[in-house]
């Protein structure tokens, strides 16, 4: 489960260290190092490294809108890409895995990577309006 960072807790006219966002949001500094990598903005290359408070309020928001970043209809998430994507044409399928809920399964539009989504059967209807769908056999027989 991805963790929730408030971005209110930092203040934009503040900077800060690895270490003071390493407290303030209660995460280890390698936590902090990992975000500098996935776009953390610093001042320069000088240690130690200082981040704008606006930069990290930024970054803190983007991070939540990543995780938090509902699919939209007719999109499924990519692990690869990890984003939602909507699946490359003629990929997508749907399989029933219980008597409540169903599997699509697709191939992601931008990296072809598997994609899957699981559903309630309730929702195959309106699901099936949005995906441009071959139904297996299997789907067939319950329609
Ligand atoms: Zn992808």
Same mark, same amino acid.
């Given at each position: 489960?991805?963790?929730?960072?408030?971005?209110?807790?930092?203040?934009?006219?503040?900077?800060?260290?690895?270490?003071?966002? &390493?407290? #303030?949001?209660?995460?280890?500094?390698?936590?902090?190092?990992?975000?500098?990598?996935?776009?953390?903005?610093?001042?320069?290359?000088?240690?130690?490294?200082?981040?704008?408070?606006?930069? #990290?309020?930024?970054?803190?928001?983007?991070?939540?809108?990543?995780?938090?970043?509902? /699919?939209? #209809?007719?999109?499924?998430? /990519?692990?690869?890409?990890?984003?939602?994507?909507?699946?490359?044409?003629?990929?997508?399928?749907?399989?029933?895995?219980?008597?409540?809920?169903?599997?699509?399964? &697709?191939?992601?539009?931008?990296?072809?990577? &598997?994609?899957?989504?699981?559903?309630?059967?309730?929702?195959?209807?309106?699901?099936?309006?949005?995906? &441009?769908?071959?139904?297996?056999?299997?789907?067939?027989?319950?329609?």
């Amino acid at each position: 489960m991805a963790k929730r960072y408030n971005p209110n807790k930092c203040k934009i006219n503040r900077n800060y260290s690895i270490s003071e966002i &390493a407290l #303030l949001y209660d995460v280890h500094k390698n936590t902090v190092k990992t975000w500098l990598r996935r776009g953390l903005k610093r001042i320069d290359n000088q240690r130690p490294y200082i981040i704008l408070g606006r930069d #990290l309020k930024q970054f803190i928001k983007d991070l939540r809108g990543i995780n938090k970043r509902p /699919c939209e #209809l007719g999109e499924i998430y /990519c692990m690869r890409c990890r984003t939602p994507r909507k699946p490359e044409q003629g990929t997508t399928t749907f399989d029933t895995e219980t008597t409540r809920y169903g599997r699509i399964k &697709a191939s992601c539009n931008v990296c072809n990577s &598997a994609m899957n989504r699981y559903f309630r059967l309730s929702d195959l209807e309106v699901l099936q309006r949005h995906f &441009a769908v071959i139904l297996p056999l299997q789907q067939k027989r319950i329609g």
